[in-house]
C-alpha cells in the first residue's frame, strides 16, 4: 500500500503539565458517590444487576465477553448501521484496504469510548486482518446496545455504561489478560490500557509493537513515560494530527456540546452567561457554538497566544475566581487538574451548570463535593444537584467526566476522519520494519493526514484543483503533496 511508505516526523519533546502517571496497586475504589456523600433519589437502568454477575452467551456460543444485556445486539446493529452512512473515509479505506489485510496478524487491544462510531472502527480492523478485545476509556459512554451487537458478532468487549471505577479496569483487564492471546498493538484513549499493562504486565508491555493514543491526556503520559525511559515501545500521538485536532476537537465539539447540555438540562442558551476554561481546539468549538446561540462567553485562559485568539473572536478573557458569581454554565476544557475547585463552586449561584469536556475527570474537583455537609440528588441520567445547607444547588453533568459523549452523541463524520487516521497510525507501526521508530513518541506526516482529508471530500462532491508542473516547481512541491509543511499551522 504506497501511502504507507512515509517516513514519519518525531515529535518536539515539549514540557506537559505534571499528571499523575502511576496505576492504582489494587483494585480498591469508591462506587460514584462514595460513603462520605449524602445521595437521595435514584433513576436506574432497566437492569441493575452488575454484568459481571450474569451469563451470558452470543449465539454462537461464545462467553468471551461482559456487556449488559447481549439481548439487545439487534437495536445495536441498527445504530451501527446508521454510522456507517456518516462514516464514509473509514468505509472508503476498508474496501481499498481489506484485500490487502495490512493488519493481518495484528492483535489489537483497544481502550476507547464504545460507541456505534467505534464500532464501524472495529469492524474495520478486523476486515483489515486485525484480532482484537475492547474495554471503554469511560464508565459513562458506552452505548450499551452497540457493545451487545460487537459481542454478538463474535468481538470480546468488556464494557457496559455505569461501571464502577472497580469494573472499569476489571475490564481492562480482561481485554490485556487472555488466556492464549498475545496482545501487540494498543489504541488507546487517555492512557489507560497502556498503563495497566506497563505496571500489570511489563512483560507483556514490552513485546507490544506500537501504541496509538488519541487524546490530550494520553499523549501527555506518553512523553512523560519518553522522558522518564520507561516508555520501551514507539507510539503514534494521533491527537495533535491535523486531521484529529482541527476536527473532532473542533467542529466535533461545537455540535456535541450544544446537544450534552440540551438533553441534559434543556437549558435556554440565549442570554445566559458562560465561562469557557481553556481555548484550546475544543474551548473554540464550544465558544463558538454558544456564542451563536445568544451566549455570552467569558473564556478563562493560562496561554497568552489562546487568550489573544480568543480576543480576537470577540470573547472577553477573565479569571474564574473574578465571575464565578455570576455565570450560569461552566465548561472545561484544558486538560489540566484542579481547574474547578470546591471554593469557586462554594461562590456558584443556585442553578448553575458545571460539565467537562476535557478528556479525564480531573478538571472539576469533584471529589470535594463528596462531603457530609452536602447532599446528591440525582434528577436523570448522568445530572445531579448538589446541594448545599442553605439550599442552594449546582446542576453537575457525568460526575466530572467527557459530557459530550456520557450525555450525548458525537458526529459520526468527524469521528470517522479520527478513526481513519487511528486505523493508518496502527497500520503504519505494525508494518514498519525493525529501526524506522525508536521507543519515543511520533506524529503522523503530513501526507497520511492529507490521505484521510481526500477520503472524506467526495461526500461533498468537493473537486481538488491540480497544480500545474510549472506551479509545482515554483512552489518546490510536488503534485501529489504533501502540500504544506510539517511546522504550517492550519
Not at 40 to 60: F, H, I, L, W, Y
Not at 197 to 212: D, H, S
Not at 411 to 434: C, G, K, M
Request: overall charge negative.
Amino acid at each position: 500500500m504506497e501511502f504507507l511508505e512515509v517516513p514519519v516526523q518525531k515529535t518536539r519533546n515539549v514540557r506537559f503539565v505534571d499528571l499523575d502517571t502511576d496505576f492504582p496497586p489494587q483494585f480498591s475504589f469508591q462506587k460514584p458517590g462514595g460513603s462520605d456523600a449524602s445521595y437521595t433519589g435514584s433513576s436506574s437502568d432497566e437492569d441493575e444487576v452488575n454484568p459481571r454477575d450474569k451469563n451470558q452467551r452470543n449465539s454462537k456460543g461464545s462467553t468471551d465477553f461482559c456487556v449488559k444485556n447481549i439481548d439487545n445486539a439487534a437495536f445495536g446493529r441498527r445504530e451501527i448501521e446508521i454510522a456507517e452512512q456518516e462514516m464514509p473515509g473509514l468505509i472508503a479505506l476498508r474496501r481499498r484496504a481489506e484485500n490487502d489485510k495490512p493488519l493481518s496478524g495484528a492483535k489489537i487491544i483497544g481502550c476507547t469510548h464504545i460507541t456505534a462510531q467505534t464500532a464501524v472502527l472495529v469492524e474495520t480492523l478486523a476486515a483489515l486482518g486485525a484480532s482484537v478485545r475492547w474495554a471503554a476509556c469511560n464508565i459513562y459512554s458506552t452505548q450499551n446496545e452497540v457493545a451487545a451487537a460487537l459481542a454478538e458478532a463474535g468481538f470480546s468487549i468488556y464494557a457496559w455504561k455505569g461501571e464502577t471505577e472497580e469494573d472499569f479496569w476489571w475490564c481492562i483487564d480482561k481485554c490485556i489478560n487472555s488466556e492464549g492471546w498475545q496482545p501487540n498493538m494498543i489504541l488507546d484513549d487517555g492512557g489507560d490500557a497502556t498503563h495497566l499493562m506497563l505496571k500489570r504486565y511489563p512483560a507483556m508491555f514490552n513485546m507490544i509493537k506500537g501504541i496509538v493514543e488519541e487524546s490530550v491526556t494520553g499523549v501527555h503520559r506518553l512523553y512523560q513515560l519518553s522522558k522518564s525511559g520507561k516508555l520501551t515501545v514507539p507510539a503514534m500521538n494521533v491527537n495533535d494530527s491535523v486531521t484529529k485536532t482541527k476536527f473532532d476537537n473542533l467542529y466535533s465539539c461545537r455540535e456535541s456540546i450544544l446537544d450534552a447540555l440540551k438533553r441534559t438540562t434543556d437549558v435556554m442558551f440565549g442570554g445566559k452567561q458562560v465561562i469557557i476554561c481553556g481555548y484550546g481546539e475544543v474551548g473554540k468549538g464550544c465558544a463558538s457554538a454558544l456564542k451563536g446561540l445568544g451566549c455570552n462567553v467569558l473564556v478563562a485562559e493560562i496561554d497568552p497566544i489562546c487568550a489573544l485568539q480568543a480576543c480576537m473572536d470577540g470573547f472577553r478573557v477573565t479569571r474564574l475566581e473574578e465571575v464565578v458569581k455570576n455565570i450560569d454554565i461552566l465548561i472545561t476544557c484544558t486538560g489540566n487538574k484542579n481547574v474547578v475547585t470546591r471554593n469557586h463552586m462554594d461562590k456558584m449561584k443556585t442553578g448553575c451548570i458545571v460539565c467537562n469536556m476535557g478528556h479525564s475527570n480531573t478538571e472539576i474537583d469533584v471529589g470535594s463535593l463528596r462531603t457530609p455537609d452536602l447532599t446528591w440528588e440525582k434528577v436523570r441520567s448522568q445530572v445531579d444537584h448538589i446541594i448545599w445547607p442553605d439550599g442552594k444547588r449546582i446542576i453537575l453533568l457525568a460526575e466530572g467526566r467527557l459530557v459530550n459523549l456520557s450525555c450525548s452523541s458525537v458526529p459520526s463524520f468527524v469521528v470517522s476522519i479520527t478513526s481513519a487516521t487511528q486505523a493508518l497510525a496502527l497500520i503504519e507501526l505494525y508494518n514498519a520494519p525493525q529501526g524506522r521508530y525508536k521507543q519515543d513518541v511520533y506524529l503522523l506526516p503530513k501526507k497520511m493526514d492529507e490521505y484521510v482529508a481526500s477520503l472524506h471530500l467526495p461526500t461533498f462532491d468537493a473537486h481538488l484543483t491540480e497544480l500545474t508542473d510549472e506551479q509545482a516547481k515554483y512552489l518546490g512541491l510536488n503534485k501529489t503533496g504533501p502540500f504544506k509543511p510539517n511546522y504550517y499551522r492550519y
